[in-house]
């Protein structure tokens, strides 16, 4: 077998694992790390657990889906971009594909269908997970005073304020906040020098074009890809902090879609395996569903790019000059800020999608008994989802 072909079929079994993974990588970013680390790292030898710890360091330090980013930076580190834009492929097209299916499928049954009476205790059941994604979320990041009061206004202001405005300005103001509450060690910071801005010129040339075309037309497509671009561009701290992004521009401000169905696709979200952000391949179609079933395809597809497409330029950005930023003070304090403030928009989720619960006794009981489950127990969350979906078909 001659080098190049040798080469090849080695590539060949690195994508197969890295599809092994996004098949079988239930849960968020942290539970993610984990699985990469006994996969690729332990089983497979293709990098160490230090290069592992250092570029999940440098994708939480990134807006964007940390566990693609960081799957999507080894692809980097083994094999420059075409192989990162192969393991990104791969990674993410089993959710993706998984949650277009079940908007295809929601669009074409009616939830109140007696065809998805077993559905009916996924709004509750979603809305349990995403209060113990905000003690999760609490726990990781919240260890100081101004932590605990960056969380608090983050959590009141989206919850008063629910403009579609407000998610990203709170989170500039947290890592300003941050940035001057933590500044004693700014004496010895050295600039960072730059000899490639190709990706982050075109990264900002994207978010700007696409603003230009959504204001201009108004046409739906243009919107979707805008604001979608604009969250995975901003978006610190995970899916569970783009949910409410999405839920406060999609279903409330814009109306694209009803509150009972994008609590649908975060129900589903919990028994599908990797990133959380497969969330814009549901919206996507269901946004276009007044176009018919290409129209939803073309939809699905739009929101899939849009989300993963800032996260990635950052990546292919940052990464050559990650030895620098990775003790660029200013950069660690502004983090911090922004992760306390992502806590703060999690707690405000969990409240804004309860709003369209009907309060009754067995959906209390599914969501007490969902968090119930989370908090005290190690079963996966698909059998969580599971459960919820047997309770909807014998109740």
Request: hydrophobic share 50%; charged share 10%.
């Amino acid at each position: 077998m001659k080098k190049g072909q040798i080469k090849q079929f080695r590539i060949g079994i690195y994508l197969l694992d890295i599809f092994l993974l996004a098949i079988t990588a239930f849960g968020g970013p942290q539970i993610h790390f984990v699985q990469i680390h006994k996969k690729l790292v332990r089983e497979r030898g293709y990098l160490t657990e230090e290069e592992l710890k250092e570029l999940n360091s440098l994708c939480s330090m990134l807006p964007g889906p940390t566990s693609t980013q960081t799957i999507t930076a080894i692809g980097f580190k083994k094999g420059g971009p075409i192989l990162a834009f192969l393991t990104l492929a791969v990674w993410v097209f089993p959710a993706c594909a998984i949650m277009a299916c079940f908007a295809f499928i929601i669009n074409r049954l009616s939830l109140d269908s007696p065809r998805l009476t077993f559905l009916q205790y996924i709004q509750p059941m979603a809305v349990g997970f995403i209060i113990y994604a905000a003690y999760k979320i609490k726990e990781l990041f919240i260890h100081r005073l101004h932590h605990w009061g960056l969380m608090a206004l983050a959590s009141i202001f989206a919850i008063f304020f629910p403009s579609p405005y407000i998610f990203p300005l709170l989170l500039i103001v947290g890592g300003l906040a941050s940035t001057l509450f933590k500044r004693t060690n700014y004496a010895d910071v050295r600039p960072v020098k730059i000899e490639n801005w190709s990706n982050l010129l075109l990264f900002f040339t994207i978010f700007i074009c696409a603003a230009l075309l959504g204001g201009l037309t108004h046409q739906k497509i243009f919107l979707l890809f805008e604001n979608t671009y604009r969250y995975g561009s901003i978006v610190f701290g995970g899916g569970h902090v783009l949910i409410p992004m999405m839920y406060n521009q999609f279903v409330e401000f814009k109306q694209y879609i009803t509150a009972h169905e994008f609590l649908a696709g975060v129900g589903m979200l919990q028994a599908v395996p990797g990133p959380v952000f497969s969330i814009s391949s549901y919206t996507g179609a269901l946004i276009l569903k007044d176009s018919g079933v290409w129209g939803m395809l073309f939809g699905s597809t739009v929101g899939t790019i849009a989300i993963f497409l800032p996260g990635i330029l950052l990546i292919f950005f940052v990464y050559p000059i990650w030895n620098q930023i990775k003790v660029f003070s200013p950069v660690k304090n502004a983090i911090e800020g922004i992760n306390a403030t992502s806590a703060g928009l999690v707690i405000a989720s969990a409240y804004l999608l309860f709003q369209p619960v009907e309060v009754n006794q067995m959906n209390m009981l599914i969501l007490l008994g969902t968090l119930f489950l989370l908090l005290t127990t190690k079963i996966p969350s698909p059998i969580v989802v599971l459960l919820c979906i047997l309770a909807g078909v014998f109740l």
